[in-house]
């Protein structure tokens, strides 16, 4: 049995012996245990010293550790380790202290350090790699209990060449191993803190105002106040990339404090989500101090009402991608307003379950000149009815992207008004679970800009017919992906189609499709050279004879059944 105080001359002196780690190493790499309800997966890759490890589940054990600790020698050395799931298996602990001993003695040249759900790693292991790797670059911890400060005290201090951290879910952690990472840890540029209710405002304030090479930060689900978004925007640094999430105890007013005129001037990407107090007022503070934001998301946050968000379109003219998702106090209205001041920057703009986007009264808003939107992504708002569309439609004539996914009460005559005046250009359309819309619409759209698509996802559209997919025939000859499933298609319609335009075709989904029979896959498989994915699921119409002889035909195609 191995223990945790075996030095590396032990392991060497059973090296030598028969059936030495060595041997169990290379059983590692080839077998497999049908007994095992939880199977373990080995990456090899890369040369010169790149090893790269996986182990989950059951098979992540010390005895595999040191197997892989001794047998990478001769390969170059371990240069990646991850560990998915080391929980406990039956009475045995699966993954313990002993096993990153073995790592830390053997493996000098590891440089990424990933421990997910190990629960019986403590301080012992981490310091072990820490005091035998020292040019550690990455570590990812997750759901670690028993790590604590000490361990992180001891990474940081011998591991000068960290970049990227991650803690999330570890309790025992604290202030004191951030002190230690912010006095240490002078090359760091992403850390990421989640879910650590040790972690306080003092820890926070030092790693922002001693890290100056900081670049991403994510702090979520912490017991921070308004002092450590205060650091954060006084923060003079190359910080570009910030995320805050589940912040309940920072008030408004907190959030204000964010807004210091001497930092975040290097702000590119900001993520607000599920914080409660973060305000109109909050939105446009950030607007005012943030002005050269390119990437901003807003996720269920309730305070927040059309007036912010139009303020804030106003104030950030170098926008370039809006999202906002479960933010209940946007309306149409507002979506409109927004769109009509936006910056001439902005290519992206999705809005997702705002369940206060609904109909609005016939407006004539000013059209801004000059735009570069692409992309208009608006899902699963189910009150938003044909004008709205039609609305946006005219002022995003240059979108070669849309989703509308989930809007069960547009009809034909809002997506035509939509695509009035532009269209002639569209990439992708998305069109999920639109119930209303029939081949009337679908065939002028195709017709008019179907030249150019590559993506049509129809599924759910259930007047669609045989109809619609000769349009596609005649009119999308570099078309990619297709999904018709739950649409009212028969063989005729999809051997039709298929014969003129499946030579481009890479996904095929037809669930749901009752009206299409084993036919049709012989039409499939002689005309769908580079199809690699094939869905048929509760295609009642196609026997499991048929869907498994198309399987053994066309390899390379993922098909399911």
């Not at 997506?415 to 359309?429: H, I, M, N, V, Y």
């Amino acid at each position: 049995m191995l223990q945790s105080h075996m030095s590396r001359g032990d392991f060497l002196e059973s090296d030598t012996s028969k059936g030495g780690p060595q041997s169990q190493d290379r059983k590692f790499k080839g077998e497999t245990d049908s007994n095992e309800d939880v199977e373990s997966e080995v990456h090899l890759e890369g040369y010169d010293g790149d090893l790269s490890r996986c182990l989950s589940g059951r098979k992540a054990s010390d005895v595999r550790l040191a197997a892989i600790a001794l047998g990478t020698q001769s390969c170059g050395g371990l240069g990646k380790l991850s560990i998915r799931d080391g929980s406990a298996t039956g009475f045995k602990l699966s993954l313990t202290d002993v096993g990153l001993s073995a790592i830390g003695s053997w493996c000098s040249g590891l440089r990424v350090l990933s421990l997910w759900n190990c629960p019986y790693i403590t301080d012992q292991g981490l310091a072990s790699i820490g005091n035998g790797c020292h040019i550690l670059e990455k570590v990812d911890l997750y759901k670690c209990p028993l790590v604590g400060d000490s361990g992180l005290q001891v990474i940081a201090k011998r591991c000068p060449r960290l970049s990227y951290l991650n803690l999330d879910e570890c309790e025992k952690i604290s202030d004191v191993a951030l002190v230690a990472v912010a006095e240490h840890c002078a090359n760091l540029t992403i850390l990421t803190l989640q879910n650590c209710p040790q972690v306080s405002d003092y820890g926070i304030t030092k790693v922002v105002c001693n890290l100056k090479m900081l670049k991403k930060l994510k702090l979520s689900g912490l017991r921070l106040t308004g002092r450590s978004l205060e650091s954060i925007g006084a923060q003079e640094g190359d910080l570009s990339w910030l995320t805050l999430q589940n912040l309940d105890q920072v008030g408004p007013d907190g959030f204000v404090c964010i807004t210091h005129p001497r930092g975040l001037h290097k702000l590119k990407h900001l993520h607000i989500a599920d914080c409660r107090n973060f305000t109109d007022f909050s939105l446009s503070m950030v607007a005012k101090c943030c002005g050269n934001l390119k990437h901003f998301s807003l996720h269920k946050c309730d305070l927040v009402s059309d007036k912010g968000l139009i303020l804030f379109m106003k104030s950030v003219p170098s926008l370039q991608v809006l999202h906002l998702e479960k933010c209940n106090m946007i309306s149409g209205t507002g979506i409109v307003s927004a769109l009509s001041v936006r910056g001439k920057e902005l290519r992206e703009f999705q809005i997702k379950k705002c369940a206060g986007v609904h109909e609005v009264q016939a407006i004539c808003p000013p059209i801004p000149d000059g735009s570069a939107l692409q992309s208009i992504c608006i899902t699963d708002c189910p009150d938003v009815g044909d004008l709205l569309v039609a609305l946006v439609g005219l002022l995003c004539k240059e979108a070669v992207s849309i989703d509308f996914s989930g809007l069960q009460n547009i009809t034909d005559d809002g997506l035509l008004a939509f695509l009035c005046g532009g269209g002639s250009k569209l990439t992708s359309l998305k069109l999920s679970g639109c119930c209303k819309i029939s081949d009337r619409a679908l065939c002028v759209i195709v017709q008019e800009g179907g030249q150019t698509i590559r993506n049509l996802a129809l599924d759910g559209c259930k007047n669609l017919s045989d109809k619609s997919l000769k349009a596609i025939s005649s009119n999308c000859p570099f078309l990619e992906d297709l999904d018709i499933s739950d649409c009212a298609i028969t063989n005729a319609g999809l051997e039709d189609w298929v014969s003129s335009n499946g030579k481009m075709l890479s996904s095929l989904n037809l669930s749901g499709c009752v009206g299409v029979t084993d036919r049709s896959l012989s039409s499939i498989l002689k005309n769908c050279d580079h199809l690699q994915d094939l869905n048929l699921k509760n295609c009642k119409g196609i026997s499991e004879r048929a869907a498994s002889a198309f399987q053994s035909r066309k390899l390379n195609c993922m098909v399911l059944y």
